[in-house]
């Protein structure tokens, strides 16, 4: 939950407030919002207001999660 993913292909949806179809691009960045299965998740994209213009289930095998911090290699 609340992992940065990004997007490995373009995706339709839905603006969630005027219903205007959207392209959400390769690289689109958003936040992990609900887990399923493991599988699938739910993914918010958010302009840079915080505003969410999209709520969608992504499969998880379409996105990156993006890192902010090293893994410790183990010796």
């Known amino acids: 939950m609340h992992a940065l993913v990004a997007l490995l292909d373009d995706v339709h949806a839905r603006h969630v407030?005027?219903?205007?179809?959207?392209?959400?691009?390769?690289?689109?960045?958003?936040?992990?919002?609900m887990t399923y299965d493991g599988a699938v998740v739910d993914v918010e994209f958010a302009?840079?207001?915080?505003?969410?213009?999209?709520?969608?289930?992504?499969?998880?095998?379409?996105?990156?999660?993006?890192?902010?911090?090293p893994d410790y290699a183990v010796a």
Request: hydrophobic share 40%; glycine share 12%.
């Open 47 to 69: 302009g840079q207001d915080g505003r969410a213009y999209a709520i969608l289930p992504v499969p998880a095998s379409k996105l990156m999660i993006l890192r902010d911090t």
């Open 17 to 33: 407030e005027t219903g205007r179809s959207l392209r959400l691009r390769r690289g689109q960045i958003g936040t992990v919002v």
